[in-house]
């Protein structure tokens, strides 16, 4: 029943899960646009400067995202090393996630505007409230 039912039923949610969880990564999380049918580019602003660095960072998170499927497999945990070697590849794979993660919400608070509101714009009533209350009671 396993060989036949269960096992193709893994096999094909872990290769389902590995692809969306890559997808995922590469087009929310990094807000890479490699995936665009027209004019499909990195981004316009990229920290770390060479293109091939990016392009390294999405082809080996596919292949860690699909090793980290196979240490799930059943017949695998018996052999520590292999558990060992592909729970050590998760970490890194999660490193790497990490410094594009953070990339791209630099670029997003970057390209904000100013986030301060001037002076002029608080109502004068508030104003005069924060400025002249000397009761502090707490």
Known sequence: MWTNVYRPLWLLSSVVNSCYSFYWDVTRD???????????HLRPNMLYGRRWVYYWAVGSNLVLRCSWTYKLS?????NH?????ITSLEMMRRFQWIFFRVENEWNKMALKPNLQIPIKEI??????????SEQHNV
């Open 30 to 40: 990094w807000d890479l646009r490699i995936f665009r049918s027209k004019n499909p």
């Open 74 to 78: 059943a017949h695998l945990r018996h």
């Open 81 to 85: 090393l292999t558990v060992f070697t």
């Open 123 to 132: 109502p004068y009533l508030e104003n005069e409230k924060l400025l002249e």
